[in-house]
Structure formats: C-alpha cells, structure tokens
Nanobody, 115 residues
Framework: QVQLVESGGGLVQPGGSLRLSCVASAMMFSTYTTGWYRQAPGKPRELVAVVTTGGNIDYADSVKGRFTISRDNAQNTVYLQMNSLKPEDTAVYYC?????????WGQGTQVTVSP
C-alpha cells in the first residue's frame, strides 16, 4: 500500500526555519513528480513547490527565495527547507506524489509561524 508520511512541522517564530520531510513507501518513487502543497484555514489548498522526475523545479511566487525543495530518490524522500518564515506561511503542509493517473497525498503536517 502506497504511503506518504510527512514530518518536521511545528511552531516557529517569524524569521525562523523548518525542514519538512516526506518519506514514500510501496512506490517507484523516482518515477513520480513530487511536491508540497499547503492549506491555511478557510483557504483552498495551494501549490508550494514541485520537483519533477527530471529535476525541474517550480515554486509559488510567495515562497521563491525562501523555500527550497529537494528529493533523494535513494531514500524515497522529498524535502522542503523553509527559511525566513512568515506568519502567512502558517498552514497544514501536504506531500504529494503523482504519475499519470496516480495521485497520492500524505496526511499533512502543521506549520505555525507565530511570535
């Protein structure tokens, strides 16, 4: 059974950093486009960052220059390094892996940026 398990969320002060991890199991991880999405209360889920199987990367404008996505296919893991965090980054962050008609999500990890 395919699983995506996120970790690394928590409470951080503005300007701080967090590193999210997402470990995948029961899939050929290297063949999937992987990404991070987030959903704040009362708002729709939005793309944060995505990395394709070929290594192409895209970021939401709101996180460019502050967040970095990376993947380690040998460890079946995708990371999101978040620096210079702002209160508006507060959300539940979800890991995603997709390939053709297959689309998998993790359970989410809460990130709260507050003084």
């Amino acid at each position: 059974q395919v699983q995506l398990v996120e970790s690394g969320g928590g409470l951080v002060q503005p300007g701080g950093s967090l590193r999210l991890s997402c470990v995948a199991s029961a899939m050929m991880f290297s063949t999937y486009t992987t990404g991070w999405y987030r959903q704040a209360p009362g708002k729709p889920r939005e793309l944060v960052a995505v990395v394709t199987t070929g290594g192409n990367i895209d970021y939401a404008d709101s996180v460019k220059g502050r967040f970095t996505i990376s993947r380690d296919n040998a460890q079946n893991t995708v990371y999101l390094q978040m620096n210079s965090l702002k209160p508006e980054d507060t959300a539940v962050y979800y890991c995603n892996a997709r390939r053709m008609l297959l689309d998998y999500w993790g359970q989410g990890t809460q990130v709260t940026v507050s003084p």
